[in-house]
């Protein structure tokens, strides 16, 4: 094996879809022959030409790739130090990145024959991404989706219905993103002659994690011939907001080989993280544990009885953390910071006033970092921040957060 | 030879097919679950199956999610399932028990560390639904080597091709799951069954018992006369939910038990 290979942080996970000691495979048997099937489906996709043609013709028609570079001028004159570039994935079609992973999971359920779609949802922007291609390809839809997230994320709800989805609201636990994905689990299981199980982070069993980042890559990608056109180098620091990780994982990617590129993910600190878990920071706060398929850090207690956690984004609510980030922060490749449902509130209201671009909640985590970091750097230090999505669903949180009555203008 | 072992000898030289009885240890509190799992064997049950509670109980059905509920909520711990464990065998050194659970609570407390208080409480077999053959490094093998048998999930989409990996490190028993899809679902169909306990029985001489939507003694005695013997669970963990003393939910054990045996 050549050296650069054997020093590449690029070439995870191995064939047991290991990342370091995260990963794997723990699922029930009945799923283990489909689990099979998708890997060996997307490993021949991974190199047909295909495939991607069909990927790349619908980024560009349909969800409206490359997505913007933008130069943050008035934030970064405010912040008086770092240069601050935004990457527009809150521009793409649906209003978030999870429409990048969506493609690529539907194209393939299309290939294997698969009818009806299920899927996961926190924020609803995964479900409405799913929805939307689904009505594209006429797919049959059913988004699980936390009972408590479906009254915080309303718009969103409402969104998937008009697509054609059915919303099923979960009532299990604490009705957040990880119950919901235990009943799309469970359906799975259930159903699955005909269905396909489409995840919308880098989570799960294998080949989920590595497919999903395979999928939003191409935002790295982009980012990195943007800041060479723009700058004609690569950027300093790369920055994204955690919930399972897949945007962050889509951003960092075609940085990690890049080892002068400092990588930051920021986890939710909902109300700070301490001994009383009011927080989603899974790396920050959690251990190692096996759950929805794979090994990763998660919120648990003694006992390996899995906590909720909490957060102002339905987005980020999640006890986990993909397993490559867990890897990542193990060898210390990435770094891992969490930031306050305060601190976020701060940053989407700076976005708001500064830049004219409402943030999601989630990438105003992200943001809120940068805020901090950007005032002691230097005036040629290049950050780029993923602005993963836009804070349409979240203006009714924002407003009874800031103590704004909804009709009272 | 493990007490699993000793208990399908015995069962064979009777005649008879083995009932096995589900149970969530600390559902609905610590003390009558012990009440309930030692009045198990009198009860007619061959094999008691003692689940280990999870927050996250992604292969069950409402039934058994809640059963785990309502042990977490009265505290019972992994300590303390084990702890039921040692309390039975203080007067039945004989029936089996094997721990039926997810992962994550073992691989927490340490898989070496478990094992070996496990031993020591009496257990005699795990049945860890998220752990596939794929994964049997982590507990499997080292169980094996520990003296526990791992019963692995044999499922209607185990074709050809996979059983003999799913056979290959199973020990004690085969569980063969009567339908795709969670506890306490659809009722299991013992035409459908039966060719599939012929496929595996020709493939391992381990006995294949089947679970999963049995829950009257009549479908016991039917899926029981195609296989081995049945396990019946969510439809005993309702009995508890509904606050069944613990005299009726054994009697209910022994209508079921009775069903299974007559096959
Ligand atoms: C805009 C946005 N950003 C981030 C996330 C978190 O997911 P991930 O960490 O996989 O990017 C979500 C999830 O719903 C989201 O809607």
Redesign the pocket.
């Known amino acids: 094996m050549p050296d650069d290979i054997l020093n590449s942080f690029m070439t995870g996970p191995d064939e047991n879809g290991r990342f370091g000691d995260f990963g794997g495979r723990f699922v029930s048997e009945t799923l283990m022959p489909l689990i099979l099937e998708l890997e060996a489906q997307y490993e021949h996709a991974k190199t047909d030409e295909t495939f991607w043609a069909q990927m790349h013709d619908l980024w560009t028609h349909y969800v409206g790739r490359p997505s913007p570079l933008y130069y943050a001028e008035r934030l970064t004159q405010h912040l008086g130090g770092a240069k601050i570039y935004l990457k527009r994935d809150e521009l793409n079609h649906t209003g978030?990145?999870?429409i990048n992973n969506v493609l690529g999971q539907i194209i393939l359920a299309r290939r294997m024959g698969k009818t009806r779609i299920i899927a996961e949802?926190?924020?609803g922007?995964?479900g409405v991404a799913t929805a939307t291609v689904c009505a594209k390809f006429g797919l049959k839809c059913v988004v699980y989706m936390g009972a408590h997230d479906v009254e915080r994320q309303a718009p969103n709800v409402f969104r998937m219905k008009l697509l054609g989805a059915e919303v099923i609201p979960v009532t299990s636990g604490r009705g957040t993103l990880k119950d919901a994905m235990n009943d799309a689990l469970r359906d799975w299981v259930t159903n699955v002659h005909d269905t396909f199980y489409c995840i919308?982070?880098?989570a799960g069993p294998h080949p989920y994690p590595a497919m999903v980042r395979d999928f939003q890559a191409i935002i790295g990608k982009e980012a990195k011939e943007q800041m060479q056109a723009a700058e004609g180098r690569l950027p300093d620091t790369i920055i994204a907001?955690?919930?399972?990780?897949?945007?962050?994982m889509g951003l960092f990617f075609p940085f990690l080989d890049d080892t002068d590129v400092n990588i930051i993910g920021v986890e939710a600190g909902g109300k700070g993280v301490n001994s009383k878990m009011e927080h989603c920071a899974s790396l920050t706060g959690g251990r190692p544990g096996v759950l929805h398929g794979n090994r990763t850090y998660l919120l648990q207690d003694d006992d390996g009885q899995i906590l909720e956690g909490f957060s102002i984004s339905?987005?980020?609510d999640y006890p986990g953390i993909g397993p490559e980030h867990a890897w990542l922060h193990e060898i210390g490749r990435a770094q891992y910071v969490s930031i306050t449902d305060l601190e976020a509130l701060e940053a989407f209201q700076l976005s708001c006033e500064l830049e004219g671009i409402i943030p999601?909640l989630?990438?105003s985590h992200a943001l809120a970092h940068v805020m901090k970091i950007a005032p002691e750097l230097p005036k040629d230090h290049l950050i780029i921040m993923n602005m993963?999505?836009r804070g349409d669903k979240d203006i009714f949180t924002v407003a009874r957060a800031l103590g704004f009555e909804m009709g009272s203008f | 030879m493990t007490r699993i072992d000793a208990k399908f000898a015995e069962l064979h030289t009777a005649g008879k097919k083995a009932f096995v009885a589900y149970v969530m240890a600390g559902d609905p509190n610590y003390n009558t679950s012990l009440e309930i799992v030692r009045g198990l064997p009198a009860a007619g049950v061959d094999i008691i199956e003692l689940g280990i509670p999870f927050t996250d109980p992604m292969a069950d059905g409402p039934t058994i999610q809640l059963a785990g509920q309502r042990a977490l909520e009265a505290g019972q711990t992994l300590e303390k399932t084990l702890q039921i464990a040692r309390e039975f065998r203080k007067t039945d050194d004989a029936t089996p028990i094997v721990l039926m659970g997810y992962y994550n609570p073992i691989y927490s407390r340490g898989v070496d560390r478990f094992l070996k208080d496990a031993v020591a409480a009496g257990i005699d077999g795990l049945i860890i639904v998220d752990l596939p053959p794929e994964e049997d490094s982590e507990l499997c093998i080292p169980a094996k080597a520990a003296g526990i048998n791992f019963i692995r999930l044999a499922t209607p989409t185990t074709d050809d091709k996979r059983l003999p990996k799913v056979l290959q490190n199973t020990s004690g028993f085969v569980y063969y799951v009567s339908i795709t899809g969670i506890t306490g679902a659809a009722a299991a169909q013992a035409v459908d069954v039966a060719p599939e306990v012929a496929r595996i029985k020709s493939k391992t001489d381990l006995p294949v018992i089947v679970g999963f939507g049995v829950r009257t003694p009549d479908t016991a005695q039917e899926i029981a006369a195609v296989a081995d013997g049945t396990v019946v669970g969510s439809a005993i963990v309702e009995r508890i939910a509904n606050g069944d003393s613990p005299v009726d939910v054994l009697a209910f054990v022994k209508s079921l038990a009775d069903g299974a045996h007559r096959a």
Do not use: D, M, R, Y
């Not at chain 1, 907001?241 to 962050?248: F, T």
């Open positions: 978030a990145h999870k949802t926190g924020a922007q995964h919308g982070t880098v907001a955690i919930g399972g990780g897949s945007n962050a339905a987005g980020l999601a989630e990438p993963c999505g």
